[in-house]
């Protein structure tokens, strides 16, 4: 059963070394592709929704997006109705990027998926989703201080 989730761990591993080479001319590095990815898809995020998505602590979500900040990929505006809330969007060099990380992902499916059926492929993406939705359950746990007693 272990296996599984090994198998799981050394394919986004891979596919996130691949990615940070390919995007290091570009000087995104350490999985910042993804929240490239995530704020362009869901312009005016917040810092707290973003770290759900991408299923990190805030403090890592902080540090990546401080860096995507600085390096000029997006940019933080004050929420109207909470200021302590800030938004964030992508800038125009964040936007231009954007086509070619989505084109990379597009690439990496088309491989990871050769050779399958589009059912093959349909029962893959479903199996994946109960897989992420029965973890989630502990990852709130644990997240919000808990212990899993295994």
Same mark, same amino acid.
């Given at each position: 059963?272990? !296996?599984?989730?090994?198998?799981?761990?050394?394919?986004? =591993?891979?596919? $996130?070394?691949?990615?940070?080479?390919?995007?290091?001319?570009?000087?995104? *590095?350490?999985?910042? /592709?993804? /929240? &490239?990815?995530? +704020?362009?898809?869901?312009?005016? @995020? @917040?810092? !707290?929704? &973003?770290?759900?998505? +991408?299923?990190? $602590?805030?403090? *890592? %979500? %902080?540090? %990546? +997006?401080?860096?995507?900040?600085?390096?000029?990929?997006? !940019?933080?505006?004050? $929420?109207?109705?909470?200021?302590?809330?800030?938004?964030?969007?992508?800038?125009?060099?964040?936007?231009?990027? /954007?086509?070619?990380?989505?084109?990379?992902?597009?690439?990496?499916?088309?491989? %990871? &998926?050769?050779?399958?059926?589009?059912?093959? *492929? !349909?029962?893959?993406?479903?199996? &994946?989703q109960r897989v992420r939705k029965n973890i989630e359950v $502990?990852?709130?746990?644990?997240?919000?201080?808990?212990? =899993?007693? /295994?």
């Open positions: 059963m272990t !296996e599984i989730l090994r198998e799981i761990g050394m394919i986004a =591993r891979s596919l $996130d070394s691949i990615s940070n080479i390919e995007f290091k001319e570009f000087d995104l *590095t350490k999985g910042q /592709y993804l /929240y &490239l990815i995530r +704020i362009c898809e869901n312009q005016g @995020i @917040i810092q !707290e929704k &973003l770290a759900e998505m +991408i299923k990190v $602590d805030r403090t *890592t %979500a %902080a540090r %990546a +997006i401080k860096k995507l900040e600085t390096q000029g990929f997006i !940019e933080k505006k004050s $929420d109207e109705n909470n200021k302590k809330n800030k938004r964030l969007f992508p800038t125009e060099k964040g936007e231009k990027i /954007y086509p070619l990380l989505m084109r990379e992902g597009e690439y990496s499916n088309l491989v %990871a &998926l050769s050779g399958f059926s589009p059912e093959e *492929t !349909e029962t893959i993406f479903t199996l &994946l $502990d990852w709130e746990f644990v997240k919000k201080g808990n212990k =899993r007693e /295994y």
